[in-house]
């Protein structure tokens, strides 16, 4: 079974828009933490965002907010005020378990092109 | 500056010819990865380490090998490659839970 699933392979949005991209996880590990990276047409992995599952609130970071649902397993990143550079690939990533595992487990990703 | 590099950043190779990917990071983390990046499957993680002589396998850990002598090295070891194994591999580090340092991916190709 998937662990983590991005259901939009492909998103639009207008410049200055917010937008949001999906991403649900399933574990039964109680200590889980969930990550998003953007990949630009440049390749490099950027870190974006981390929520961990005992977080009380959602994990903000500029124009990125993590929507974080915990009985729903959902941990959508929200994009504000779109910029034509935000345009690239998004994953979803989950890391189970805390001081025994590095393991982490990415989604099969999210192409967001902003137009103007 | 810190970062994570990889080398080589391309390699065309034939089937059977071993090789190494080398990965290193100056920011003394004792967390790191290799990742392999196929299209339409996203990032599947094929061994790390927690620390020096410590190593576990990913998801996909078939076809490869990895040492961790030294905290800033981890070397990725393809003892006979195969086609099958044309991927771009990222080499990832971290202090703690919270981030991975990506290097800049090494893309590989396997005749």
């Known amino acids: 079974a998937q662990k983590i699933t991005q259901t939009q392979p492909g998103m639009f949005v207008q410049e200055k828009e917010a937008v949001t991209l999906d991403c649900t996880y399933d574990?039964?590990?109680?200590?889980?933490?969930l990550f998003w990276y953007k990949q630009p047409s440049s390749g490099e992995m950027i870190f974006l965002i981390y929520?961990?599952?005992?977080?009380?609130q959602n994990a903000t970071e500029g124009r990125y907010s993590l929507n974080f649902q915990k009985a729903r397993k959902s941990a959508n990143l929200v994009i504000s005020a779109s910029q034509l550079g935000d345009s690239a690939m998004y994953f979803c990533?989950?890391?189970?378990?805390?001081?025994?595992?590095?393991?982490?487990?990415f989604g099969t990703g999210t192409r967001l092109q902003v137009f103007p | 500056e810190a970062q994570v590099t990889q080398n080589p950043r391309y390699l065309i190779t034939v089937t059977g010819k071993k090789l190494t990917v080398t990965c290193s990071q100056n920011?003394?983390?004792?967390?790191m990865s290799w990742y392999r990046q196929d299209p339409g499957l996203g990032l599947r993680q094929i061994y790390y380490?927690?620390?020096?002589?410590?190593?576990d396998k990913g998801d996909v850990p078939e076809g490869y090998k990895v040492s961790r002598k030294e905290k800033r090295n981890f070397p990725l070891i393809l003892e006979s490659p195969s086609p099958n194994q044309t991927s771009l591999y990222f080499c990832?580090?971290?202090?703690?839970?919270?981030?991975?340092?990506f290097g800049p991916g090494t893309r590989l190709t396997v005749l």
């Open positions: 990832a580090s971290s202090l703690d839970y919270n981030e991975q340092f």
């Open positions: 574990t039964s590990d109680p200590s889980y933490g």
């Open positions: 929520q961990g599952s005992y977080d009380q």
């Open positions: 990533a989950m890391r189970e378990g805390t001081y025994n595992t590095d393991k982490l487990i």
């Open positions: 920011m003394n983390h004792e967390y």
């Open positions: 380490s927690m620390n020096v002589e410590v190593t």
